[in-house]
């Protein structure tokens, strides 16, 4: 994705899970769920998931079955998620399943953008393998042609078969491809795909089946062979295996990871490192109090603004949000809310550190310019530090806070207001390079 698609697209999944895995043949006394079944330490609903929760992908629509919502979510219970997460009625097929989540997804708040530049990824919940970097590459080419489908070109020759077992045709192999999900549809195109299919009385077995029939081209994707979809017994033991392989690989690949300007950051979108910058100006006026990083100065001026107006937290605050990608300060706490009226902004970076700890994200350094004519920062620089070191969880060496005039020119120059810059990196700990 360019740099001004990113912004203009928003992207949500639906993950159907509405199954009740018949061909998993579970004993009648176990669990019923194949989604509920553990794969190598978590189940296997919470492995796709996890495996979904890209940062472009703003909200999950879960269709299950009514008397199982209980057990799924518990699944989530955890956190660890950024995305909104939706359960809804499952239906009789996995197409209907797929309906009601599209009426939930068509009524949703959160979009931004108008209805073409919605786009909607479908993942069964049963394909725990997917990887992130081919989620993205669906999502790409659905933004350039509105249905993009995952594949794989077969390896075994199909036969199609009679019912008395005899083989009545044998397509030619080379145009054969195994259609999986990940499958992504810009809005009007799925809309339309599932109104004729409505008024047809069509049953598919997967999303683009249905967007082929109205005579919208679908781009094949290929994918990878490891994107299995767990369906039978031994399916398990063969996820479990591609796993730990997977798990081995990326330590070894850690290990090897080397952040220099010859080598680069590895694949796109990969890293567990983010960086995001803030900027924050409040005025200046005679009297009245000058927070700056949580500490008070003695000045003739101070600043004004809905809370403390402590500038330099204020941009902090949003290069941390920024890092993380969870929007901006006046987004989590609304300038008309009269809760935050005058209040203390080092609370508001407490809440926002929490917030980020809770998707496992951590500090690496923080710096910081203050723009201002006077007072004299110097004598107050290092308290400043301490007190972001302490609110950050950082050691002082990784906190660098600075001061500069803009030699009288401009709104501080002329002692209108105050400016800050902040720039923060952060690591997430928690979540592996897939998962962020
Ligand atoms: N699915 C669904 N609603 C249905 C049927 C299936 O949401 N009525 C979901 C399944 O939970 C699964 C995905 O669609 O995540 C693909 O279906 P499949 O692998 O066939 O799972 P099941 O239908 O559960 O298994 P089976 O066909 O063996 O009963
Ligand atoms: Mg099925």
């Not at 008024?199 to 299995?228: C, F, I, W």
């Not at 890293?271 to 009297?287: E, K, P």
């Not at 951590?362 to 004519?373: G, K, R, S």
Request: charged residues 20%; proline residues 7%; contains cysteine.
């Amino acid at each position: 994705m360019t740099m001004e698609k990113r912004g203009a697209w928003q992207a949500v999944a639906i993950i159907p899970a509405a199954g009740s895995g018949r061909r998993m043949r579970l004993p009648e006394q176990t669990q019923r769920q194949k989604l509920l079944l553990p794969l190598v330490g978590k189940t296997i609903f919470r492995r796709t998931l996890e495996a979904l929760a890209l940062p472009e992908i703003e909200a999950f629509f879960i269709p299950v079955s009514p008397e199982d919502r209980g057990l799924f979510s518990e699944e989530i219970k955890g956190g660890g998620f950024s995305q909104e997460i939706i359960f809804c009625a499952g239906g009789p097929e996995r197409q209907d399943s797929v309906a009601n989540a599209l009426t939930a997804v068509e009524r949703w708040p959160g979009w931004r953008v108008p209805p073409e530049r919605r786009l909607v990824v479908i993942h069964d919940a049963a394909r725990p393998l997917v990887e992130a970097e081919i989620i993205r590459q669906v999502l790409d080419v659905a933004e350039e042609t509105g249905a993009a489908c995952v594949g794989v070109p077969v390896k075994d020759t199909i036969k199609v078969v009679g019912p008395e077992g005899i083989v009545v045709q044998t397509p030619e192999r080379g145009t054969l491809w195994a259609a999986q999900t990940p499958q992504v549809f810009s809005w009007p195109v799925l809309k339309e795909a599932y109104a004729q299919a409505q008024t047809a009385g069509d049953k598919m077995t997967d999303d683009a089946a249905l967007v082929e029939r109205t005579g919208h081209p679908v781009q094949m994707v290929r994918g990878s062979y490891r994107n299995l979809k767990i369906t039978t017994p031994d399916d398990l033991p063969a996820a479990a295996a591609l796993l730990q392989t997977a798990a081995a690989d990326k330590g070894r690949e850690e290990k090897t990871r080397c952040w220099t300007a010859a080598t680069g950051p590895g694949p796109r979108g990969q890293s567990t490192l983010r960086i995001g910058q803030g900027f924050d100006v409040h005025r200046l006026v005679a009297g009245g109090r000058l927070v700056l990083g949580g500490v008070e100065i003695p000045a003739p001026v101070g600043l004004v603004g809905h809370s403390d107006a402590d500038v330099l937290t204020h941009a902090v605050i949003d290069a941390l949000l920024g890092a993380a990608g969870a929007g901006d300060i006046g987004e989590m706490f609304p300038d008309t809310d009269p809760a935050y009226a005058g209040i203390d902004s080092t609370l508001l970076l407490e809440q926002v550190m929490a917030k980020l700890g809770t998707a496992g994200w951590q500090p690496v350094n923080l710096d910081v310019t203050v723009i201002a004519q006077k007072p004299k920062l110097a004598p107050y620089r290092d308290q400043i530090r301490r007190r972001m070191a302490t609110l950050l969880g950082l050691p002082l060496r990784a906190v660098n806070i600075k001061a500069t005039t803009t030699e009288g020119l401009g709104f501080t120059g002329r002692e209108e207001g105050i400016a800050a810059q902040a720039v923060v990196l952060l690591e997430n700990t928690v979540f592996s390079c897939q998962d962020t």
